[in-house]
């Protein structure tokens, strides 16, 4: 059997698995001896009151297995595919079009006037020290974009935009933690960006894409019409 809830609880219960088990067979007036499993669906914290509240939406399964879904993608491998995308720039937009061209069979060839996440390091530590700043490859430009080295907040102005699963879902499967899939304000976290952004950049190459750094785009040429 499968119960959907929604609660309101203090951190204490709401963060502490067993804690929260208990809380959820008493609701439920469950005998203990039940098999209780829970599925996180989304959590939100209330901090507009002194005693802060946090909002849960959660499946408990009851004597039955719990269902976990496998995140998966189908990437195609485009190394001999003769269709191809050329994209300017490794930032999320610039990633994420290469990603979804794996999926359709395309092979997105990726220019980038900035160095990959590790070689970027050396160029922010000597912004942050001797005041040297690289015009290619500093916190705005390089692999990863301008959000590579900030906080990781993931957020969106827009409701109107549809669902971003699809999104969340990818930086799950590329290493995000399972949790930004529940949390009302996601957040990676600054030491995971780079790894996540590397890993990225992995699927990619692994799959017949092709990212080429250090390559500027300073002109278009048209010849009969075309680029």
Do not use: W
């Amino acid at each position: 059997m499968i119960k959907s809830l929604q609660l309101q609880l203090t951190p204490s219960v709401a963060f502490q698995e067993q804690e929260l088990k208990k809380e959820i067979i008493q609701q439920l007036s469950l005998n203990e001896s039940q098999s209780v499993q829970l599925k996180l669906l989304k959590r939100s914290i209330d901090a507009r009151a002194k005693s802060i509240k946090v909002n849960l939406t959660l499946d408990v399964f009851i004597d039955e297995p719990i269902q976990i879904e496998k995140i998966n993608f189908d990437y195609i491998d485009v190394s001999k595919s003769s269709n191809t995308c050329h994209i300017i720039g490794s930032g999320p937009a610039g990633l994420f079009a290469a990603l979804k061209c794996l999926q359709l069979g395309i092979k997105p060839i990726i220019f980038e006037r900035g160095k990959n996440v590790k070689d970027r390091r050396r160029d922010l530590a000597a912004i942050n020290k001797e005041h040297i700043v690289n015009p290619e490859s500093n916190y705005c430009f390089g692999e990863g974009g301008a959000g590579t080295y900030s906080d990781g907040k993931l957020y969106t102005r827009s409701h109107k935009r549809g669902s971003i699963n699809s999104i969340l879902k990818t930086l799950v499967y590329h290493g995000a933690s399972e949790e930004i899939m529940i949390d009302a304000h996601p957040h990676i976290g600054t030491n995971k960006l780079p790894q996540l952004i590397k890993a990225i950049r992995e699927t990619i190459l692994e799959h017949g894409g092709e990212i080429h750094f250090d390559s500027k785009l300073v002109d278009f040429n048209f010849k009969n019409g075309e680029i």
